[in-house]
């Protein structure tokens, strides 16, 4: 076999594999990428991006039925046609990574396609040639949709989002499997565009791992757009007779549907990385990693699979941090106490640290602020749904958990951010002027709100 040496190989040319791999070859060492699918990851081509695309286009539609010209003549035609050709023409290049090969290849990185599995430290398999890395290998090689083990699922033509993403058109209906981020908001747009849209969730509630306000105040808009939510349901099986799906449930009449979303997290394969020939564990769910992201010696990993969250930004947080230690520059390795997430959905909803719960749960003497994004002056000039929470240890005096909801959620959610970040007292966030008229300026109710 054919045998490439190299300084480092990148397993996984996802956003952050990409940027490592980019800045350890610029900064002068030999880098081999290696990418099994699309280089970029799932990032541009199957999530973040081009879903991105089909929420704003879906959220535009919305305002235009909300508020019609002022002659009241506004006529509003969903027109799928053009979402579609704009995720595939502008959004993705119709699914082509060559602008992304050509972007490592311009920076000194040689791209190499495969699927690969460590053999020994330092060593790779790649297809038909071994990648040598003198000083070491870097894992970034995210994870795939998953398909419930439930009796019938896997042998029906559902959808995940790598399909959905695709779609060229929108379904008559739609039963989406699971109420996280990427449920709720694939189910908010195919609505939007004439699906009627049944939602499955098995736990109690949406959005689990935020606030229960959160999820309570997305149900609600929902409910307002006929999605219907069905929560702490179990599917037992699933069929499909060439047309539609059947879905049964347990102590419910089953559902049928033109299309089935599954959007029920995501699933690994640590023993085809072959990361057992660095004695670390084949069936764990993910890889544990030090402080700068070390995870044996020779070896860093980063993204999806080191556990902190599957988010882009996360990935990129990692790479920079694993970029330096493998250079040997000054870091102080990474924080995750003040991890953002937010949900594109309208109204957005954006959280950092800990939730309420959470901070109950870790022994934190807790304080929660909370105010309606209604009470606000913007809030009440846009008639907007949203709301502020904030989650103080009392003890310490500073925000540990923030949540956002609203038009511009997301937005908004970065002054919460610094705040839980840097650990700015709570009395110090008080004497600062928040703007006004702005969503922003609810912050500042909710930190009076604190005092009660």
Known sequence: MAELVVDVAVVGLGPGG???????????????????????GECPYYACVPTKAMIRAADVLAEARRVPDLAGTAQVTPDWGKVAARVRDEITADWDDRAAVDRLESAGVQVVRGRAKITEPGLLAV??????????????????????????????????????????????????IGGGPVGCEFAQVFARFGAAVTLLQSNDRLLPQDEPEAGALLAERFAAEDIRVRTGVKITSVR????????????AEPITAAQVLVAAGRKSDLAELGIGAYGLDESARGVTVDEHMRAADGLWVIGDIAGRGAFTHMSMYQAAIAAADILGEENPGAEYHAVPRVTFTDPEIGSVGLTEAAARAAGLNVRTGFTPLSSSTRGFLHKADGLIKLVEDADQGVLVGATSVGPTGGEVLGALVLAVHARIPVDQLRRMIYAYPTFHR???SALADLRA
């Not at 499909?240 to 102590?251: I, K, N, P, Q, V």
Request: glycine share 8%.
């Open 18 to 40: 990409e940027a490592l791999a980019t800045r350890l070859a610029q900064a002068g060492l030999a880098v081999a990428g290696v990418e099994s699918r699309l280089v970029g």
């Open 127 to 176: 297809a038909d040639r071994v990648v040598r890395a003198r000083r070491g290998i870097v894992l970034n090689p995210g994870t795939d949709p998953a398909v419930p083990p439930v009796p019938g699922l896997a042998d029906t033509p559902v959808w995940t989002n790598r399909d959905a993403v695709r779609a060229t058109a929108v379904p008559e209906s739609l039963v989406v």
């Open 240 to 251: 499909h007779d060439g047309e539609r799906f059947t879905l049964e449930l347990a102590a």
């Open 442 to 444: 609810a912050i500042e």
